[in-house]
C-alpha cells in the first residue's frame, strides 16, 4: 500500500488508542498531532464502545472532534444531530435480563440517553472507576424509565466462555470485546466498520479516504473497513494481524508517528 494517501478523515477509539489506559489522559503529542491534522482540513471523528454520556476524557481534543461514532456503531452524533440509531430488539434485552438474574452476572444496559448497571455490585462499579476512570456506570434513571428508551448496547461483565452460551439466546445481536472481563452486545450487524461508511456516506468522502486507529478486538471491523486501517503498538496480535500498519503505543507517541509515516501530518 501506498504511503501517500489522499486521507480526508480519522477515525479514533478512545481507550488505549487516544486515552491512555495508565495515565487516564491523551498524551500531548497526540494533542499536537490532531491539531496539525485539523489545520490541513482533515475532519477527525470518534469511534469508541463507550455511551455518549461515558466520553468524559477528550476534553484535550474535543473542540476538533467533527462527530462521535459511539457504542460501537449504534449510535452516531454529527453536530449534535443523531445521525444513526440501532435498536436491540426489547426480546434480546429481555432475554439478557434473565440471563443476568440466572447466572447473576451485572450487565450495563444502554439507552439512547442513560445507562443503567443491572444487578450492580461494588466491585464492578470500582472496576469500571479503575479502568475508565468512571465516577458512575448509572445515570440518575430507573430501570423502568430506562426500558422506554430505545436500548442500544448491552455490556455484560461475563467471560467469553459465558458469552458463548449467551450468544443463542440473543438471535438478533452480535457481541465483540476489547477487555477481558467484559463484552459489548449491539444490534446484529452493527460495528464500528459500519459507522465509519454511515459517517463517510454523510460527509461524502469515500472509504479510501479513511483512516481509523485501534486498539482492540471491536476495532477489527473499523480497521478492515478504513482505507488505512492502524493497530496500536499495545493492541491485541489478531488487531494487528488484520491492520494495515502497527503503530507504538499510545503513551508512545504512536498516533503521532503512524500519522507522520502515512504522510498525513
Known sequence: MEKEQNIKALFFDIDGTLVSFDTHRIPRSTVEALEVAKQRGIKIFIATGRPLVYINNLGD???????????????????GKVIAC????????????????????PC????????????PTREVEAFFHRLLDLKDTSTPVSLDCLLRQ???????????????????????CESSRWYPAFADVTARGVD????????????????????????????????QVAGVGVAMGNANE????VADYVTASVDDDGVKKALEYWQVI
Open 108 to 119: 450495563i444496559l444502554v439507552g439512547e440517553s442513560d445507562t443503567l448497571l443491572y444487578n
Open 192 to 223: 464500528k466498520g459500519e459507522g465509519v461508511k454511515c459517517v463517510a456516506r454523510h460527509f461524502g468522502f469515500t472509504i479510501a479516504e479513511t483512516m481509523a486507529f485501534g486498539d482492540g478486538g471491536n476495532d477489527t471491523r473499523m480497521l
Open 61 to 79: 481534543v474535543k473542540h476538533l472532534i467533527d462527530g462521535y461514532v459511539t457504542t460501537n456503531g449504534a449510535y452516531i452524533v454529527i453536530d
Open 86 to 105: 440501532h435498536q436491540i430488539p426489547v426480546e434480546d434485552v429481555r432475554a439478557m435480563m434473565r440471563f443476568s438474574d440466572e447466572r447473576k452476572f
Open 238 to 241: 489478531p488487531l494487528k494481524v
Open 150 to 172: 430505545r436500548i442500544i448496547q448491552m455490556t455484560p461483565i461475563i467471560t467469553a466462555e459465558v458469552e458463548a452460551e449467551l450468544m443463542p439466546a440473543l438471535p438478533s
